[in-house]
């Protein structure tokens, strides 16, 4: 597994937030050369890592432009953001490179020893495409285009994510040039030709517009067409304290398109004279370009057309069936007798929906309680909730306005519940509610009862099937009389009561997590078995790290498992040497927060939403939750001793934030998921 090109970051305390999350990326496009992963898996990949780096452009790398033009100063790194945005941009650029690299050298020629071929060049295309290309031009693609001849007169806006070609012509002796749009959002990026003989063949829309361009042009003589595309700042700057925040987002979606730009790719063949002109048509800066390739945006390869049977294909894991839990048709009456852990996509998500249809049909239920945070386009869960409310069962939700990139998802689906009578409460400002979790309220012979979902994971059918989570089942009633307390403060803004149980954020939650790794260094300082470990996605706040590098200089074994951004950095002497930092990587992204206290030997398990970055701790409601059902926590046991075992797939980070393969050394399956998987099967 390469990699020597993971950035090298001098001695100091913590890695740096935007370094460690490429690192991250990095290991996500290094799985396109895994010898092992089937071609179509590979290409998934490719397109990942793609997706991956322009959100974090879009996001991140606009931000910290801001900073760096507000000469602003980094304490904590001892470093001006002027300095780290360089060191982030040359990091950026060197993994686009070398994605470019893995497709041309891997990706490309695998398609071709299969007979599929990508054509990467329109003077390359064969004869016998031609008609069917030009077919297709004029009565598919001609009618999107809209070309803008680019004068010294005319500033046209390029939309952020949008696919143009600049082509330079000359007419009557006068060089000319045109812009024109690549219509993706409504064709496809890829389109499959006729197949000659035992040969498929595909081609770039761009291609295609290529060579119908150069028709249309033909009293033109080309010199040059080349592909360029922007992103821009995609935040939204609203005013939280004005109140109607849902409807602020509303008339805002619209703006996102209009940032300020972070990144202008374009075609490295483009010449310098043509590249100084589009800097100062578009009011590009220099350190915003980026010379890529002939084609842009590689995100599309998600959609490349694969001919059926023409590529093997990793199998399919089949989600299981809890098998106790499914053998109660009555989940409450399950729930009354014991909790139950649910591990997605494992295990079926099936079994959340039934949760939700049982308390629609029941007629014992009268209340239902549910979190929103990033809502499936075809959401199951909501139309239960709105057959719920129209079936007389008082129904809340809350739902977050703010989820970036999903907000208007988000605001259609609670149009749609507040037209059924449910009743909505939206994003509280400068706060945003990040917890997963949901409360039915049954009453039955004068009794009442409560169940409560708490997890790790969206309600969402969609990511529940390629994100790895863990959701709780239970009807603890002071689990869930706390949880009560969480939905009173979103939806009337009643201060709850102190939390015994859960930890949440704006509340209690740092203070609970450094109680809990004091009393790890107080058992390490009396000679006691002191050990933690915590799974987490980020893992950002300097705080909470400080605390872990105490523990650590008292002698705590701390095992880290960190999907991607990481600013802990592990085993510097005098500093975290009993710190160690796994990284695992596999078909599914890892989403699951866990933490382990060994206290003595009698561990304290927590899951949550929560990851360690200052915005989850500080800005953001979150609940952790404990697990207190031995069984369950046995399961996250098995679970966490596999995501730390020797698999092929995971890697260590070591204190120069390299990525260190890990010798495999189980004979379980090739990585720690494939591992967990088949655990569950033999459940």
């Known amino acids: 597994m390469e990699n020597s090109s993971a950035p090298v970051i001098e001695t100091a305390k913590y890695f740096n937030r935007d370094l460690s999350w490429l690192s991250f990326n990095q290991r996500v496009l290094e799985e396109s050369l895994d010898p092992q992963l089937p071609l179509a898996e590979k290409i998934k990949f490719i397109a990942i890592h793609a997706s991956n780096l322009d959100e974090f452009y879009r996001v991140r790398v606009a931000h910290l432009e801001t900073l760096s033009k507000l000469g602003d100063f980094n304490e904590e790194e001892n470093s001006s953001y002027h300095d780290i945005l360089a060191k982030v941009r040359k990091e950026a650029s060197h993994q686009t490179n070398y994605l470019r690299s893995i497709l041309a050298n891997t990706v490309i020629p695998g398609l071709e020893a299969n007979n599929i071929i990508l054509y990467q060049d329109h ?306 400002p400068d706060i945003k509610v990040h917890a997963k979790t949901a409360l039915i309220t049954r009453v039955k012979d004068g009794i009442t009862k409560t169940y409560g979902f708490y997890g790790t994971g969206n309600f969402n059918e969609r990511t529940a099937g390629i994100y790895s989570d863990i959701g709780l089942l239970t009807s603890n009633p002071a689990m869930n009389e706390e949880l009560k307390d969480v939905f009173l403060y979103l939806y009337t803004g009643k201060q709850p009561a102190p939390f015994d149980h859960l930890l949440v954020s704006q509340f209690n939650i740092i203070d609970r997590f450094k109680e809990l790794i004091n009393d790890e260094i107080a058992i390490a300082k009396n000679g006691g078995e002191a050990k933690i470990i915590i799974k987490l996605n980020n893992l950002e706040d300097s705080e909470m790290i400080d605390a872990l590098y105490e523990a650590s200089n008292a002698g705590v074994k701390i095992e880290m498992i960190v999907r991607s951004i990481c600013r802990l950095r592990p085993g510097v002497p005098g500093l975290s040497e009993n710190i160690r930092l796994t990284r695992v990587i596999g078909r599914y992204l890892e989403h699951s927060r866990v933490f382990i206290f060994n206290n003595n030997n009698v561990p304290k398990v927590f899951l949550g939403s929560s990851d360690w970055m200052e915005r989850n701790l500080r800005s953001r409601v979150e609940v952790v939750f404990p697990v207190y059902d031995e069984a369950c926590k046995e399961e996250i046991f098995n679970f966490i001793k596999l995501q730390l075992a020797p698999y092929r797939k995971s890697s260590l980070i070591d204190q120069h934030l390299r990525s260190i393969p890990i010798e495999p050394g189980s004979a379980y399956g090739d990585d720690t998921q494939e591992a967990f998987y088949q655990l569950m099967m033999e459940k």
């Open 123 to 428: 003077h390359d295309v064969r004869e016998e495409h031609l008609e069917f290309i030009y077919e297709y031009f004029n009565t598919q693609v001609a009618s999107y285009l809209q070309p803008i001849w680019l004068t010294n007169k005319t500033t046209p806006f390029l939309e952020d994510r949008q696919l143009y070609l600049v082509w330079q012509v000359l007419h009557n002796d006068s060089n000319e040039l045109i812009l024109l749009n690549l219509p993706t959002q409504y064709l496809a990026r890829f389109i499959a030709l006729p197949k000659i003989g035992d040969k498929h063949y595909v081609i770039y829309l761009d291609d295609v517009v290529r060579i119908g361009g150069e028709r249309l042009l033909e009293n033109y003589i080309v010199e040059g067409c080349f592909s360029v595309k922007l992103n821009r700042d995609a935040e939204l700057n609203i005013d939280e304290h004005l109140g109607a925040i849902a409807s602020q987002m509303r008339s805002r979606l619209a703006q996102r398109s209009l940032g300020a730009p972070s990144r202008f790719q374009y075609d490295v063949a483009m010449p310098t004279e043509l590249v100084s002109l589009c800097v100062d048509l578009f009011n590009i800066e220099s350190d915003e370009l980026t010379a890529t390739g002939r084609f842009q945006q590689m995100s599309d390869f998600f959609s490349f057309p694969i001919p059926d049977g023409s590529l093997p294909t990793q199998s399919k894991w089949k989600p299981l069936k809890h098998q106790e839990l499914a053998s109660y048709k009555n989940y409450f009456r399950a729930l009354d007798e014991k909790d139950f852990l649910l591990f997605f996509p494992y295990q079926s998500y099936d079994h959340i929906l039934l949760f939700f249809n049982q308390a629609v049909l029941d007629p014992y239920v009268t209340e239902i309680m549910a979190t929103f945070y990033r809502v499936a386009s075809d959401s199951h869960i909501v139309n239960a909730l709105i057959s719920a409310s129209k079936n007389g069962k008082k129904v809340r939700a809350f739902v977050e306005v703010k989820a970036r990139f999903d907000e208007a998802n988000n605001l259609l689906w609670a149009e749609k519940m507040e037209k059924a009578g449910i009743e909505i409460s939206y994003s509280l």
